[in-house]
């Protein structure tokens, strides 16, 4: 996902191809994430009880992917209790529970199957690039993403990506296992030059698993549409969240500068005129459109994220258009 960006003394660049060089070993070390990183508890818990209307009744498609035995659904095995929710059924409430609490209280049972899901999240260089705001929206992405299925039952991984596999958390169920994946992606943040993104490393990592999230900013010069295709073959359901941000194409003032690939180092001089500006923000929306394109057509769920919208509204609005499909 190379993305060329202007010298420091500029401001942001235009998109641009994905090969090169890599940094040193050095470079490649993961700087620590700044406190608050991730969304807060009860941020986490009100985005979790919205995707589990929209979560409830998907299965997984792919037939050799493992399945849990505990999920919240409908089934005979009481699993937990939660908070009443308009829909739910009164002959679920336990009214124990309710007086305790003096709030409607339901029981949750056991469903018969749960989905395995692996996040794939992209940490090459063009997402740290240009103040880090898609790199920010990325890491609140991953975390909600894994508290709620993990809170529907779910089995959740994790895998960061580059060039190669920088990180994984091997899937897993329950409040400890985001624990691990939170701390997993506080301790991260993409090196500044030198990583490119390569997808198809993360083909290894996935071990059938029937559900797959990636989520980055494609930014290559076929919008990674090949390994998305191999990914699709190999997984029961892929959903791709592709992140922008106004800065992708921001040229400042027109004159001389130079453009800097922050994956693979490429630098091209140039002559910014009035109307580039507009051209480079096209070239990015119809890189966006093919890749919209390529993924209805094979049967994948996606969205295109402008980073300056919550993570909130994009998350449920992905997943209520992923339900709409199944």
């Known amino acids: 996902m190379a993305q060329p960006a202007l010298s420091a003394s500029r401001g942001a660049g235009a998109t641009g191809s994905a090969s090169g060089a890599g940094a040193n070993d050095a470079a490649r070390s993961p700087l620590p994430a700044p ?61 124990r529970q309710t007086a305790r609490a003096r709030r409607p209280i339901v029981r949750r049972f056991e469903a018969e199957s749960a989905t395995d899901w692996t996040i794939l999240l992209d940490a090459s260089s063009s997402m740290s690039a240009l103040g880090g705001g898609k790199w920010r929206a990325a890491v609140h992405a991953a975390a909600a993403m894994s508290y709620a299925l993990l809170h529907n039952g779910h089995r959740v991984g994790l895998v960061v990506f580059g060039t190669r596999v920088l990180a994984e958390c091997a899937r897993g169920r329950g409040r400890q296992h985001y624990a691990a994946i939170a701390r997993l992606l506080c301790g ?123 993570w909130q509204q994009t998350l449920v609005r992905h997943l209520a258009q992923a339900r709409s499909r199944c």
């Open 35 to 95: 406190r608050g990183a991730l969304p807060d508890e009860a941020e986490l818990r009100a985005f979790a009880e919205v995707a589990a209307l929209l979560l409830g009744e998907r299965r997984a498609r792919a037939s050799s992917a493992a399945a849990p035995s505990r999920r919240p659904g409908i089934g005979l095995q009481h699993l937990d209790h939660r908070d009443y929710q308009p829909g739910d059924e009164v002959r679920h409430i336990d009214w």
């Open 188 to 310: 991260l943040r993409p090196t500044a030059r030198g990583e490119r993104s390569a997808l198809g490393a993360c083909a290894p990592a996935l071990r059938a698993a029937a559900s797959v999230f990636a989520i980055g900013d494609f930014l290559a010069a076929d919008e990674m549409r090949a390994e998305l295709a191999t990914l699709r073959r190999a997984c029961g359901e892929l959903h791709v969240l592709q992140l922008r941000s106004a800065d992708d194409t921001r040229l400042g003032a027109a004159g001389e500068l130079e453009l800097v690939d922050v994956e693979t180092g490429a630098r091209l001089a140039a002559r910014i005129g009035a109307g580039d500006e507009a051209q480079a923000a096209a070239a990015r929306r119809a890189m966006t459109l093919r890749l919209g394109s390529f993924c209805r057509r094979v049967g994948v769920a996606f969205t295109d994220w402008n980073v300056a919208d919550g």
